[in-house]
């Protein structure tokens, strides 16, 4: 289509990685936000980028050129923290498990090396040396983590130095289609904006708005939560996963950790409070603290819950959607992986460049063809 006005919906990781392309190639953007810009699920990510075992290939190589993406546009900021992740497990199973996942990843050429104690002491000298096995420990070394609240605010202040306008507080409502195209967003407080095309970058809230325009989004969205420590004096470099927590530094000496325990002992009221349980939050700070010894000085600071969007068939949805065509997804988990790179991907076909069939796999049509588990 002709350069022309385009309205994004969600200010999270995606919604600014789209906005910021389409402004670079010259579109007028309007990006909107129910709430703050970062304040959905990209505030409360684990932000581990990687593609450590995902399937089928097409995602494994839509992660890794995410992860790419990233490692490129590091030099634009300090949000970007590389170090790779470690990894171990506790017991045969569990092991045969990670030695089996070393070897596929290898196998598509993915970066891996096998540590002993004395290796992963190496990089994290404060771990306490108890809690490693002699040796079995993977390192992935081009992994990282984010900051994905500094991303969004970088792209989103490129964005609108470039022109975008940006509204907050102020949710799409309404979409007005007639004859197979979307014409208008209609927003709570009563504006009207008139569009060439739409992305859906709503996150969680992705299914709403698509039913918005008439189309029934499968999501299966999970809740999950991070527990955010106070400064502490050791030295964290990197993502680790062991096997009673997962955690990686998080600015300022301060730790993120998380387990699936925490996740499950998450909860959202009819009110959409959400929280977790105390126990489960004591126990992943014990599990920290027999992993780092100087975690025994921190407290909790904050505990954040979050809502993965998750597409019915887990894979991301993206791209134009063929009964709709100026109506785009952006919408899947792994986002703080993928948004760079994505959406790139996504503001290319919004103004009508010819990307080849990188999409692909990812389009909503599939859904149509086989719905996930009946939905
Ligand atoms: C606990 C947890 C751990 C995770 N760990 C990882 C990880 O290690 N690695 C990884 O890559 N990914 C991880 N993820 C997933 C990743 O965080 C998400 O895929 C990503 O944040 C989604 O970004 P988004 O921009 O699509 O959504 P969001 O950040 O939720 O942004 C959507 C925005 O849309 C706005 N919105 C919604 N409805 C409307 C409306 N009607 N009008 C206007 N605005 C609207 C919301 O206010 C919100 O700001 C994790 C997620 C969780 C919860």
Excluded at 32 to 44: L, N, Y
Excluded at 165 to 192: C, F, K, N, Y
Aim: net charge negative; hydrophobic share 45%; proline share 5%.
């Amino acid at each position: 289509m002709a350069v022309g006005r385009v309205v994004v919906v969600g200010a999270g990781v995606y919604g600014a990685a789209v906005v910021a392309e389409l402004v670079r190639r010259g579109a007028q953007v309007t990006v909107v936000d129910a709430g703050a810009p970062a304040g959905g699920t990209s505030a409360a990510s684990f932000a581990w980028t990687n593609s450590c075992g995902k399937q089928p290939r097409a995602y494994h190589d839509l992660n890794v050129a995410g992860m790419e993406a990233h490692r490129r546009f590091a030099a634009e900021g300090d949000w970007h923290h590389g170090g790779g992740n470690l990894e171990w497990a506790d017991d045969a199973a569990r092991q045969e498990a990670l030695t089996g996942k070393v070897a596929a990843v290898q196998e598509r050429g993915y970066e891996v090396r096998w540590l002993d104690r004395a290796g992963a002491l190496a990089l994290e000298p404060d771990l306490d040396p108890a809690a490693l096995p002699a040796d079995g420990i993977a390192h992935f070394p081009r992994e990282g983590w984010l900051d994905p609240v500094a991303l969004v605010g970088h792209l989103l202040a490129r964005a609108t130095a470039g022109g975008a306008e940006l509204v907050r507080h102020d949710a799409v409502t309404g979409l007005d289609v007639h004859h197979g195209s979307v014409r208008a967003v209609r927003l709570a407080s009563g504006r009207r904006i008139a569009v060439d095309a739409v992305v859906d970058c709503a996150g969680p809230a992705a299914g709403r708005v698509a039913e918005l325009a008439g189309l029934t989004l499968p999501l299966r969205n999970t809740l999950g939560a991070l527990v955010r420590t106070s400064p502490v004096g050791a030295a964290v470099g990197r993502v680790v996963h062991a096997p009673g927590v997962h955690l990686r530094p998080d600015g300022g000496g301060r730790l993120v950790l998380r387990t699936r325990d925490v996740d499950g002992a998450t909860h959202v009221a009819d009110d959409g409070r959400m929280w977790v349980d105390d126990a489960a939050v004591d126990a992943v700070m014990e599990a920290g603290r027999a992993l780092y010894p100087a975690l025994r000085a921190a407290s909790v600071q904050e505990v954040r819950v979050g809502e993965r969007p998750i597409p019915g068939d887990k894979l991301p949805v993206l791209g134009r959607v063929v009964e709709l065509p100026n109506f785009h997804f952006a919408v899947s988990h792994s986002a703080t992986t993928l948004c760079l790179h994505v959406g790139d991907l996504v503001a290319a076909e919004v103004l009508g460049e010819d990307r080849g069939d990188a999409l692909a796999p990812f389009r909503f049509e599939r859904f149509a063809a086989s719905p996930p588990g009946g939905a």
